[in-house]
């Protein structure tokens, strides 16, 4: 059985960072997009950044500059290193992966940025 766990999220003041990484099991072969998505209160889920197995990225435009992704594809990693956070960037957020014509959602981490 497929499972996404994510971890590293918690509470900071705006400025800070945060680093949450996600960590895929029971997967055989390769996965291929790993991203990172994000659901405010009472907002969509809204794609935050994706990676390629070649390590092609995507970023919202609200975090360009800010986050940066990436992956670990012998460890079927992804991380989110999350830097200059503000309060707008409060979500709960989602690791997925994309393998064997399925995606696959963590069960989500909460970030919350303080003013």
């Known amino acids: 059985q497929v499972q996404l766990v994510e971890s590293g999220g918690g509470l900071v003041q705006a400025g800070g960072s945060l680093r949450l990484s996600c960590a895929a099991s029971?997967?055989?072969?390769?996965?291929?997009?790993m991203g990172w998505y994000r659901q405010a209160p009472g907002k969509q889920r809204e794609l935050v950044a994706t990676i390629t197995r070649a390590g092609r990225t995507t970023y919202a435009d609200s975090v360009k500059g800010r986050f940066t992704i990436s992956r670990d594809n012998g460890k079927n990693m992804v991380s989110l290193q999350m830097n200059s956070l503000k309060p707008e960037d409060t979500a709960v957020y989602y690791c997925n992966a994309d393998w064997n014509a399925d995606s696959y959602w963590g069960q989500g981490t909460q970030v919350t940025v303080s003013a």
């Open positions: 029971g997967i055989i072969g390769s996965i291929n997009t």
